[in-house]
């Protein structure tokens, strides 16, 4: 493995001319982190104003209200590839960004790839916070995949950034355990804190001149690809534990579905458990017993017992309620 560098040989009394990229509510809790400890940001890049709601009215990002709510610019281009689809767009952010004079760029979930020109504006380069321990679950979706994998930790990397995908130097590592009944959804808040906390120690030790920049390891790496809506559709060959964590993993979005037979309908699955099999073979996705505790459905191996489902057009509910809208047990 490559030697660990001192990102910043002198310590530098100036303060930081902050800039900040970042799309969701992972990225705004960044930022106000960020803007509380007192930085000045310049400039915030974000996404496009997005349809929205069952009005599909234009909403801006998290990270857009939280930088309107502070008085900092923003800019908004599709691409920032300079000989890409929106040329003009990118010039224009490239204009913004040069006038602003960064020293550092801070990326969180932005959602477009960086070009070298961005990388190099800033006169400290730009700095990631990616939810995962580097190199473990590069790429676009490392909370779910880590869930779904059956891994018992993971953590935040601030990272310099380099035109690789998510193989930038590390600088501050921080683990967090994930527990067995983790969701996509909790793990995303408790990763969203530890991100913004550590990404303020890196910025208060950036002009000191005490960050270390260690390579990542040439071994472990791993890919987070992106959640696809295919992926959805639980699949009852599989096993029961490897079920009920990418039920956990796809909570919220997409959210696991299946087609439950008994009401001829297809679900949504919020959160469901594997137990014990009865030992009692049975066709894979077969109802194979109700109770106040969850529906059990038969799996290649073990039962998965569904705990929280929605009916299409309705609200969450426990295995209870969601029964009792049947009018009583169905037949499997």
Known sequence: MPAATTLLSDPDPTPLRVGFAGTPEFSAQALQAILAAGFKVQLVLTQPDRPS?????????????????????VVQPRSLRLDGKYPDEARSAQVALGQAQLDVLVV?????????????TPRYGCLNIHASLLPRWRGAAPIQRAIEAGDTQTGVTIMQMD?????????????????????????????????ARLIVAALQALPLGTLTAQPQPLEGA?????????????????????????????????????????IDELVKVWNAVAIASTGKQTEPGTVIGTSPEGIDLATVQGVLRLTELQRAGGKRQS???FIQGWGGAPKA
């Open 53 to 73: 709601g069952r009005g599909l009215k234009l909403t801006p990002s998290a990270v857009k209200q939280c930088a309107l709510g502070h008085d900092i610019a």
């Open 108 to 120: 969180a979930a932005y959602g477009l790839i960086l070009p070298n020109w961005v990388l190099t």
């Open 163 to 195: 035109e690789g995908l998510d193989t930038g130097a590390m600088l501050l590592v921080e683990s967090l355990p994930i527990t067995e009944t983790e969701t996509a959804a909790t793990l995303h808040d408790k990763l969203a804190e530890q991100g």
């Open 222 to 262: 791993t890919y987070a690809s992106k959640l696809d809506k295919a992926e959805a559709a639980l699949d009852f060959s599989q096993p029961a534990v490897q079920l009920a964590r990418r039920i956990r993993a796809f909570n919220p979005a997409p959210g696991a579905t299946l087609h439950l037979p008994a």
């Open 319 to 321: 295995a209870a309620a």
